[in-house]
C-alpha cells in the first residue's frame, strides 16, 4: 500500500488558514509581462505566432537543443521533456524498474519521488546522517545496502529538505561505486541553481557518468513552477525512448505555450537566477537574526540553500508540535521535517523548514520573529 503524502496532507491541513507561508521551497517567480520582456527576437515570434496544438512528445527541438547546451557533450536527443521534475523521475523509474530488479534511495527525499521507486521494485533507503553539523552520505551504508540485483540509486543533490551538498570527491565516489557495478545515478538536481556556494555547485551528474541520469526543472531556482517544464537528460537514447513511452501514459506532451516561455526563461536564466539568490540571501540574514535572539528555541546554523533553510527545533515539545502551533495560532506556515517520514528509514524529526527564496518569505520571517519573541513558550507545547 502506498503511503500518504504526508506534505501534501500538511498544506491541505493548514494551507488555507495561514497569513504568511513560509513553506514554500520555490523562488520568485517572474509575471508574465516580465518574462516576455526578455524574449529574444525569435522567441517573440513563436511566442506571437503560437499555436495551441499537440506539441512533440520528446518537447520542442528548440527547446531540447537549449537544454541540451546546459550540459557537457549533450546533444537534443539527450533530452526528454517532462510536465515537471516529478514526472520525469517517474517515468525514468518505469523505464528502469521492473519487480525482479532491486533500487537505492537516499533519504530525505520528496515523497512521491520515493514512491516511483518503491511502486517499481523493491528498495532499500539510505538516510543522510549530520556529523558536526554538516550533512553526510555515508558510502560505506551505501554499499551495503546494495544487492547483486540493484539498478537504481536514486539521490537529491542539493537536497530538500535539509540543504546538504556532496563535495566533489565523494560525488565522485559514489559514481565509482555505481560504475564498478553498473548501476543508474539518478540525481534530482532541480536546486542547483539555489545551491548555497555557486562556486561549489557540482557538475550535473549527465556530464560525469554514462549511466548518469540529471533530473532537472524550473519550478525551483526559476520560480516558474506553473509552467510545469522539467527534463531527463541522459546519453542513453534507448533509455529515453523508454521513458517516453511511460510518459505517452502520463501526458502526452507539453503545453505549447509552456514550452515558449520555458525557452525564454532558460535564455534569460542568469538575471532571473542572480535576482533569486538576492532575494535568499537577504532572507537568510533576516532569519539567522531571528534564530540569534531564539537560542531556546533554535539552534543557530547558516543555511545551506538559499531557497529554504532547515534549523534544528530545540525548544519544548516537538518540532512537528510548534509548526502546527505557529498555523493555528498566528498563521504562519513551516514544516516539520516528520512530513519527510519514510518506511525506507529513520529520520530524524527535529527540524523545520522555512522558506527562504521568496519576496513574501521578508514579511513572513518579521512575523515569525514577532511572535515568537512576544507570544513565547507556553503555547508552542501542543
Same mark, same amino acid.
Given at each position: ?237 534507448? @533509455?529515453?525512448?523508454?521513458?517516453? #513511452?511511460?510518459?505517452?501514459? =502520463?501526458?502526452? +506532451?507539453? /503545453?505549447?505555450?509552456? $514550452?515558449?516561455? *520555458? ?95 521568496? @519576496?513574501?518569505?521578508?514579511?513572513? #520571517?518579521?512575523?515569525?520573529? =514577532?511572535?515568537? +519573541?512576544? /507570544?513565547?513558550?507556553? $503555547?508552542?507545547? *501542543?
Amino acid at each position: 500500500m502506498t503511503e500518504p503524502f504526508a506534505l501534501a496532507a500538511f498544506l491541505a491541513r493548514w494551507g488555507a488558514s495561514i497569513r504568511h507561508d513560509l513553506a514554500a521551497s520555490e523562488s520568485e517567480t517572474t509575471p508574465l509581462a516580465e518574462l516576455l520582456a526578455m524574449a529574444d527576437a525569435e522567441d517573440a515570434e513563436r511566442w506571437a505566432r503560437l499555436e495551441f496544438g499537440y506539441a512533440h512528445p520528446r518537447g520542442a527541438p528548440w527547446l531540447r537543443e537549449t537544454i541540451a547546451k546546459r550540459y557537457h557533450g549533450l546533444e537534443p536527443a539527450d533530452i526528454l521533456c517532462c510536465a515537471g521534475a516529478q514526472e520525469a523521475a517517474t517515468c525514468i523509474a518505469r523505464a528502469l524498474l521492473g519487480p525482479e530488479d532491486h533500487a537505492v534511495v537516499v533519504l530525505p527525499i520528496y515523497q512521491p519521488s520515493e514512491q516511483a521507486i518503491t511502486a517499481r521494485a523493491p528498495t532499500a533507503g539510505v538516510a543522510l546522517e549530520e556529523r558536526g553539523g554538516e550533512w553526510i552520505l555515508d558510502l560505506d551504508r551505501v554499499a551495503a545496502a546494495l544487492r547483486p540485483n540493484t539498478r537504481l540509486i536514486l539521490t537529491n543533490f542539493p537536497n530538500s529538505p535539509t540543504g546538504a551538498q556532496l563535495d566533489r570527491a565523494a560525488f565522485d565516489a559514489l559514481i565509482a561505486l555505481c560504475r564498478a557495478r553498473g548501476i543508474w545515478l539518478v540525481n534530482d538536481e532541480v536546486y542547483r541553481q539555489t545551491d548555497r556556494v555557486a562556486d561549489e555547485r557540482l557538475p550535473p551528474v549527465a556530464d560525469l557518468y554514462e549511466r548518469g541520469i540529471s533530473i532537472d526543472g524550473l519550478s525551483k531556482g526559476f520560480g516558474l513552477p506553473g509552467l510545469r517544464v522539467g527534463w531527463a537528460a541522459c546519453r542513453d537514447r534507448d @533509455l529515453l525512448t523508454r521513458a517516453l #513511452l511511460a510518459k505517452n501514459e =502520463l501526458s502526452s +506532451c507539453l /503545453a505549447a505555450a509552456s $514550452e515558449v516561455l *520555458a525557452q525564454i526563461a532558460l535564455k534569460a536564466e542568469a538575471p532571473i537566477v542572480r535576482r533569486n539568490r538576492a532575494i535568499g540571501r537577504r532572507n537568510d540574514e533576516r532569519l539567522q537574526d531571528v534564530l540569534r535572539r531564539l537560542p531556546d528555541l533554535f539552534e543557530p546554523a547558516p543555511s545551506r540553500n538559499l531557497a529554504f533553510a532547515c534549523p534544528r527545533y530545540v525548544g519544548p515539545g516537538s518540532a512537528s508540535a510548534f509548526a502546527v502551533s505557529l498555523a493555528r495560532g498566528a498563521g504562519i506556515l513551516v514544516l516539520p521535517l516528520g512530513v519527510w517520514h519514510s518506511p525506507l528509514a529513520a529520520l530524524p524529526a527535529d527540524r523545520v523548514r522555512i522558506s527562504l527564496g521568496q @519576496l513574501r518569505s521578508g514579511p513572513g #520571517l518579521d512575523a515569525l520573529a =514577532l511572535h515568537l +519573541c512576544e /507570544a513565547r513558550r507556553p $503555547e508552542l507545547v *501542543a
